[in-house]
């Protein structure tokens, strides 16, 4: 009798998805039983419990019913026992359909203690996150099933539906200020006893470690550059040297397919002209260092997503994916503004950006590391008689500064002036450094490699050795 009743109330009032009674769907009625009950025992477990536990994690209406009522009682600050809470319920106009007084006042008897609160709040939310996944995989089903999708499309909605599932268990929870600072000092601690080591993801550049500390965990931070000044050679420079300092590096370029991005590590690795590459006019001796990088560079754990007009769903997917499977230490993204904010945006370029810078500086907390994406400047710089970048140049949007936590430029003279005095001289301004000081730093250039070294290594040309 009470089952049939149940299983009614659920069809008529419940938006959450339906199970027939034969299907085994994970939930736990003594869990749900116990942790409301817990409550109502000792009212001071409710805020430990309520930062996790939602009314629609409870399976039972009744149980999702009875929380919704708690945690109004706790908003308006209300003294909380069964009593109020009867009253609660029936000013809703609830009471009756959770079972009535005697169903709430046996919540309450037959809980003797309220010490597993939390650990009851767990296993009902655990029970709820299975049941979410089952719903996500009889929609993707769905997709599958809809032949008129484009199969792209169909596995993007797909992602996004799981990342929906799965995304209020990656929020942060709030800590006491005595735990943080027990983190820093341990930081502090080990920064001490450590202090060559560089900070963050190191760059490879000493100078510019020195100034940034490397790459920071959860860090935002634009490369911006005209076209042609070699964002590009730079971002990979540093690919490379994080990798073979030991940093797992996701490189996602929408500005070139995989091939020409291993071309130019390649050409860095080995000294080789890349023209001498791309057409494969390779002597004996430039072959042996071909096969010798190869096999080194088969060693690091550089991975490449060459996909054009990522959205930011996409990315943190993917993201996401590579860091449960290989575990992720940098991102790189060449370039922000490649990337796609969706039909929402088609008429408002501003807010697209926002919209994606917005998102990149969510997946670096998220993820908790950093992101290096390389960034367009406007025209603005070519009419100025200075052509060094300033913030204000930054392409499209006024976000992309306040986002980001580091923004640099990268500037070579030698694109607007042939007859400068250092042709190899590349200079990285630092304007923006939320946690530290901004500066200069001078890099040197070999174009014929694409490579970046730091400005006190002179080009060697390996085929006379």
Known sequence: ???????????????????????????????????????????????????????????????????????????????????????????????????????????????????????????????????????????????ALNETMPIEEVVTSAETRLFHVTERQLKNEIVPIREAISQYFDRIEYMMQNQQEALGVPTGFKDLDSLLGGLQKSDFIIFAGRPGMGKTSFLLSVVLNAARAGARTAVFTMEMASEQIVQRIIAMETGINMQKLRLGQIDQREWSRFVEAIGRLGELSIFID????????????????????????????????????????????????????????????????????????????????????????????????????????????VVYNEATEFPNQADILVSKHRNGPTGTISLYFEKSITKFMDAAVRNIDLSEL
């Open 1 to 143: 009798m009470h089952a049939v009743l149940f299983l009614t109330l659920r069809v008529e009032m419940s938006s959450q998805p339906y199970y027939p009674p034969t299907q085994n769907v994970p939930f736990s009625q003594e869990a749900e039983e116990a942790v409301i009950g817990s409550v109502l025992v000792n009212p001071a477990m409710l805020p430990t419990v309520a930062a996790f536990l939602k009314p629609d994690d409870f399976f039972l209406l009744r149980h999702s019913y009875i929380w919704q009522a708690l945690l109004g009682l706790m908003e308006s600050d209300t003294h909380i026992d069964y009593l109020t809470l009867i009253e609660s319920l029936r000013g809703s106009g609830r009471l009756d359909a959770v079972g009535g007084e005697v169903y709430i006042i046996g919540l309450f008897r037959n809980t003797p203690t309220s010490v597993h609160a939390e650990t009851y709040g767990r296993l009902v939310e655990r029970a709820a996150m299975r049941r979410r996944l089952m719903a996500a995989a009889d929609e993707i089903r769905g997709l």
């Open 306 to 413: 060459d996909t054009p007009a990522l959205n930011p769903v996409q990315l943190r997917t993917k993201a996401r994916r590579l860091q449960h499977e290989h575990g992720v230490d940098l991102i790189v993204l060449d370039y922000l503004q490649l990337m796609n904010g969706g039909t929402t945006f088609e008429n408002n370029r501003v807010q697209e950006i926002s919209y994606i810078s917005r998102h990149m500086k969510e997946l670096a907390k998220e993820m908790n590391v950093p992101i290096l994406s390389a960034a367009q400047l406007s025209r603005a710089v070519e009419q100025r008689h200075d052509k060094r970048p300033i913030l204000s140049d930054l392409r499209e949007s006024g976000s992309l500064e306040q986002d980001t936590d580091v923004v640099m430029f990268l500037y070579r003279d």
